[in-house]
């Protein structure tokens, strides 16, 4: 049974991004960003379509000339999913994009900062019902001005960004306001994890509207995936956060199965196999390791909310092999396969796996079924 959060989920007001709803107590949405060159169609539809089948809702792709702009009509046709443009610096790439046919725009108001050039994006997407994401992060927020005669320090400069950083969301917001546009989604984002968590608290106080979170330029997939789930984890787990986007240097399909993971850690969402395996000891007495890893392969793709447990001896195996949908506990060279908590075959090491991947095979015939990328974590 699910723990209650001692934190109630926040509740925004929602915002339509073509089909997806993006806050208003619905489900946290996933997004990525494509990796691609935008100019590349081929190779961007290529990706968005991959990151779709891994469970991706909201893929965002970089604008930073006309040459993209031209290339999204036929981005957007292809896509399965909403696009995002990204809009910095130059506000006739997000009129370009709209007439292209996004169904959002994110733009950063630490580097478009005429407002005349803000209202007329504004009014554009207002006439074509799309919404806009004003998107703060730490690295382009204008310098810091310090005492007379004395530059900040750089403790200064960095107990000073929550702070600034909600201060030119909200100004961008209120240009928005202005012109009664409502369909706004925020977000706050820096490298620095209490930084990113103390700006999104801040912010959430403040505004009524949905909160796209991340840790942004989070790094390479190994600490990546940790500053992201500490960071996000901290933020979910106080009820914030309407969609997220985990920020790797790498595949941005990695990206989408992170963040399931780490919305499934916390209970609130699931999407593909749930792995339970043990940290093994001087107890194993089966191949464990290598069990696992081939299951987890098999498992790949596999867009079913399943918990799969495989376990290497007698002390916590069955307990928890039979808590989970599908489990081996092991033990001396052989295993017992369990079925939805009951014992379904007792078998030989080498043929644990297979036994178990029949069984479940039974629920999902589909199982071998190839795919074009993860359908989450496993």
Known sequence: MAVSFPHPRRLSRPVHLGPVVIGGGGPIVVQSMCSTDTRDIAATTAQIAALAEAGCEVVRVAVPDAQAA?????????????VVADIHFDHRLALASLRAGVHGLRLNPGNIRDPDQVR?????????????????????????????????????????????????????????????????????????????VAANRLLARQIPYPLHIGITEAGLPWAGTI?????????????????????????????????????????????????????????????LVRLAEEVERRLQGLPASITVAVMGCVVNG?????????????????????????????????????????????????????????????
């Open 318 to 378: 069955p307990g928890e092999a039979r808590l989970a949908d599908y489990g081996i506990a092991g033990g001396r060279g052989r295993g017992v396969v369990f079925r939805h908590g009951e014992i379904v075959a007792t078998v030989p090491e080498e043929k644990l796996v297979e036994t178990l991947l029949a069984e479940i095979r039974r629920d999902f015939p589909d199982l071998d079924r190839p795919r074009s990328a993860p359908a989450g974590p496993a």
């Open 70 to 82: 031209e290339a999204l009509p036929a981005i957007v046709r292809a896509s399965p999913i909403p």
């Open 227 to 287: 500053r992201s789930a500490v960071g996000l984890g901290i933020l979910l787990f106080e009820g914030l956060g309407d969609t997220i986007r985990v920020s790797l240097t790498g595949d941005p399909v990695e990206e989408v199965r992170v963040a399931y993971e780490i919305l499934r850690a916390l209970n609130l969402r699931r999407r593909g196999p749930t792995l339970v395996s043990c940290p093994t000891c001087g107890r194993t007495e089966v191949d």
């Open 120 to 196: 007329a994006v504004v009014r554009a997407a207002q006439e074509r019902g799309v919404p806009i994401r004003i998107g703060v992060n730490a690295g382009s927020l204008p310098p810091l001005e310090g005492e007379p005669g004395r530059p900040p320090t750089l403790k200064e400069v960095q107990a000073s960004l929550p702070k600034r950083m909600v201060q030119a969301a909200l100004g961008h917001i209120r240009i928005l306001e202005e012109l009664d546009f409502h369909d706004i989604v925020v977000s706050v984002k820096a490298f620095d994890v209490p930084t990113t």
